[in-house]
């Protein structure tokens, strides 16, 4: 797979926003992804809809728009590839938020990251696909502490959520009674209703595990 772009002096969503275009160009617009029956030009679409489309963006959150987003979006996606990916590699345009190191971090660092596996997995055989460097591993788990339990919210049993060389994430509702390890990015993807292709080790009874797998399935 595509190798990481990043050097120290790149911030790590930048760093990431390069690997998945260096991803969707090697890979070709064609290639599937984990969420099904988008190909990799419409994703590629997707984020260059989000952060270059105000006039078609809030359809993603409200649903009485999300026609006008679908065909917009579609439309992104029929233009021309090396030209899309181009765009998305270049990140928030001058005007948003998001232009701002800070802010495209926070907003999109998990974002990307979650995507770059989309794509790289897509095939849906788990495991991982390319050596994720440690501080995009630090800053995906940095995110999981801070929004665990709503990451979780849908869970029905608490969870310990272990990343090595790292103290337990407690996420649900309750104390937790099954416990996950694995890399950060697998615990993310878990997170994110990738369960059936993340590399991760899910421990408890066995009627607590299936409900977490069955209430973990398909989050998004």
């Known amino acids: 797979m595509a190798g990481m772009t990043s050097t120290t002096r790149v911030p790590v969503v930048q760093a990431e926003r390069e690997a998945l275009c260096d991803t969707f160009l090697e890979l070709g617009p064609d290639a599937p992804t984990l969420c099904d029956p988008w190909r990799a030009r419409d994703l ?11 006039d078609l963006a809030p359809g993603i959150w409200l649903p009485a728009l999300a026609g006008r987003l679908e065909d917009g979006q579609r439309a992104v996606a029929e ?10 590699r ?46 995009t591993e630090r800053a995906v788990h940095a995110a999981l502490r801070k929004s665990a339990r709503l990451m979780f919210r849908r869970s029905p049993v608490g969870v310990r959520l272990v990343a090595p060389a790292t103290e337990p994430i407690i996420a649900g509702p309750d104390a937790p009674v099954v ?41 998004s």
């Open 44 to 54: 590629a679409a997707h984020l260059v809809v989000r952060e270059h489309r105000p």
């Open 79 to 88: 233009g021309d590839w090396e030209s899309l990916v181009a765009t998305a």
């Open 90 to 135: 270049s990140g928030p345009p001058w005007w948003s938020p998001t232009r701002i190191d800070r802010v495209d971090a926070l907003v999109n660092t998990v974002e990307l990251v979650v995507h770059h596996e989309d794509v790289l997995r897509g095939d849906g055989t788990p495991g991982p696909r390319r050596e994720v460097p440690e501080r």
């Open 179 to 219: 416990t996950v390890t694995g890399a950060p990015v697998e615990l993310l993807l878990l997170a994110y209703g990738r369960i059936r292709v993340a590399s991760v080790d899910i421990d408890g009874t066995p009627a607590d595990v299936e409900s977490l797998r069955t209430a973990m399935l398909g989050v």
